[in-house]
């Protein structure tokens, strides 16, 4: 009897943490400055300066961007958690933002007839591949990662600030950075 079929579905632990070294960011960086289409590029530079989500990034609208208080808005109807935040707005963010050709869709990054795109697979897994990133290396949520894993490293950011950057609901989220921090606190001893 079908009905009474049971299985168990593996418990996956999502503990990966991706991080690239200086000499795969600069070839991660090169490799998106190659890219032809550079307004595409801008949301991969987006996701490696603000740790934004692709969903996030994907539902930007211009007018989540507050120039004059310096944030992003996550709006909550698109965000992981359903919860409206912010997240500061960076001298690198701004910078990308403004070099980012006009177009008449509400939408930073638009698809097809302005609408909201669906997907930047394609142009993550080129970037990736032409940088010679590791094949486990998720092309789009790896830059988040490598996002958090260069702050908790820089010494210069704790784990709450962190963890509010990356708007994870919970301090055990960002827990998998705290070796990082750890050795930012050692090499400053």
């Known amino acids: 009897d079908p009905s009474k079929l049971h299985f168990e579905m593996p418990k996956v632990d999502n503990q990966k943490t991706e991080s690239l070294t200086a000499d795969q960011l600069k070839k991660y960086l090169e490799a998106i400055d190659r890219e032809p289409d550079q307004d595409a590029a ?62 008449e869709s509400p939408f930073v990054f638009p698809g097809k007839n302005g609408e909201q795109r669906k997907d930047y697979r394609k142009i993550a897994v080129r970037v990736k591949q032409h940088a010679g990133l590791p094949d ?21 950011v704790d784990l709450y600030t962190l963890q509010k950057l990356l708007t994870h609901s919970s301090p055990q989220m960002t827990q998998r950075y705290a070796h990082l921090a750890d050795e930012a606190m050692q090499r400053a001893a």
């Open 136 to 156: 486990d290396f998720r092309p789009l949520h790896g830059l988040r990662h490598a996002y958090a894993s260069f702050l908790a490293s820089s010494g210069k």
């Open 42 to 103: 801008a949301f991969l530079r987006l996701a490696l300066v603000t740790g934004m989500r692709k969903g996030a990034l994907m539902a930007l609208r211009w007018t989540d961007i507050d120039s004059e208080n310096g944030f992003i808005l996550l709006r909550g109807e698109v965000a992981k958690k359903g919860k409206t935040e912010r997240i500061p707005l960076s001298r690198a963010a701004r910078t990308i933002l403004q070099n980012i050709s006009s177009n």
